[in-house]
């Protein structure tokens, strides 16, 4: 019988919550810490999943892997941390609060060979596993990704929304971009300072390939749409509903033969999904494989750095970026 493995979780908040119960209902890996410094909040969430609670990452001698949930100011340290006593870690997305510290993360992983993972929770959505199998070779990609403002998130859209998909963009392309531009804009006065609402990306592909990518927190209603160009075909994906729909065009003429109005012949097709699990189920799955040993723990670091370097480069378009590395130098 395969032991299971023995997790240490930080951070009981919206997303921490969501990770603790994917992970205690996971029949291959047991919660063994939750830990997060409030002890109210973390008591209450620890107690749901018959976890012990601690205010502060332990030391780590009986815990197999973690998962660090908590603030991103806090990753860094806790990241760090972790490495050096080689444990597998996964974590919420982005890595660090810069790209050095990214970097530096990365780095320790690959030094020691760990299993390192991203909450970049949109690859294991059942309509982009779905889409990746019927893929041949893309060359333009829409996405959309627009939601009301969140009072509890304040800082900016890049980070929160187009960071996700940026990174399908990459892994539907199959190649990192050659180059970057995007136009920021600036409304709510809740947010940050220098915090942005809306983020319009374009990213270049070597050959020729372009994604064009919209985030805001300026929308009344959530929308999650992907749109994947082939020569011959479209593949439409609603992220939200999770499911996926492929067009063909065939031909197109006059409605009556005289130049009025307008009649499209289109094949549609509704692929059975390849899968319908949980995106956080599925993404809990594929750490535990990377912390097994039967996925490839060098290809999974080496995908996560590719859309921290280009929301890095977004981000330089907020006013405050230059003021911010200058005073760094």
């Keep these: 019988m395969t032991a299971r ?28 810490y939750l830990i997060d410094p409030r002890e109210d909040v973390g008591r209450a969430v620890a107690a749901r999943y018959d976890a012990t609670w601690l205010p502060e990452l332990p030391e780590l001698t009986g815990i197999d892997a973690v998962v660090v949930a908590a603030a991103t100011e806090a990753h860094y340290p806790l990241a760090m941390q972790v490495l050096s006593q080689n444990r597998p870690l996964l974590i919420e997305k982005p890595v660090a609060d810069s ?16 299993p390192f993972m991203c909450g970049l929770l949109e690859r294991f ?17 829409t996405s959309t990704r627009h939601s009301p403002y969140a009072q509890r998130i304040k800082t900016g859209v890049a980070w929160d929304l187009l960071v996700h998909d940026v990174d399908l963009a990459i892994l539907l392309m199959n190649t990192d971009p050659v180059h970057v531009d995007a136009r920021l804009g600036f409304f709510n006065s809740s ?14 592909f070597e050959g020729g390939g372009i994604a064009q990518i919209s985030a805001s927190r300026l929308g009344q209603r959530k929308i999650r749409q992907l749109s994947i160009y082939e020569d011959d075909r479209l593949i439409e994906l609603d ?23 307008y009649k499209q012949q289109t094949v549609i097709e509704i692929p059975e999904l390849a899968t319908s699990q949980e995106p956080l189920t599925a993404q809990f799955e594929h750490f535990l494989a990377l912390v097994a040993g039967t996925a490839d723990a060098a290809v999974e670091r080496e995908s996560i750095l590719p859309p921290h370097r280009v929301i890095e480069e977004v981000i330089s378009r907020r006013p405050d970026s230059h003021l911010a590395t200058a005073a760094a130098h």
């Design 5 to 32: 493995t023995r997790v240490a979780l930080v951070g009981a908040g919206s997303m921490g919550s969501h990770h603790a119960r994917v992970i205690a209902q996971s029949d291959r890996a047991d919660l063994t």
């Design 99 to 114: 790209l050095l510290r990214t970097r530096e993360i990365l780095d320790e992983a690959e030094i020691r060979n760990l």
């Design 125 to 141: 959505n059942p309509a982009v596993v779905t889409a990746r199998t019927l893929l041949g070779s893309p060359i333009h990609i």
């Design 191 to 204: 947010s940050e300072p220098g915090a942005e609402d809306v983020a319009e990306t374009l990213l270049e």
């Design 239 to 261: 992220l939200l509903r999770r499911d996926i729909t492929v067009y063909h065009h065939i031909s197109e003429n006059s409605a009556d033969g005289e130049g009025r109005g």
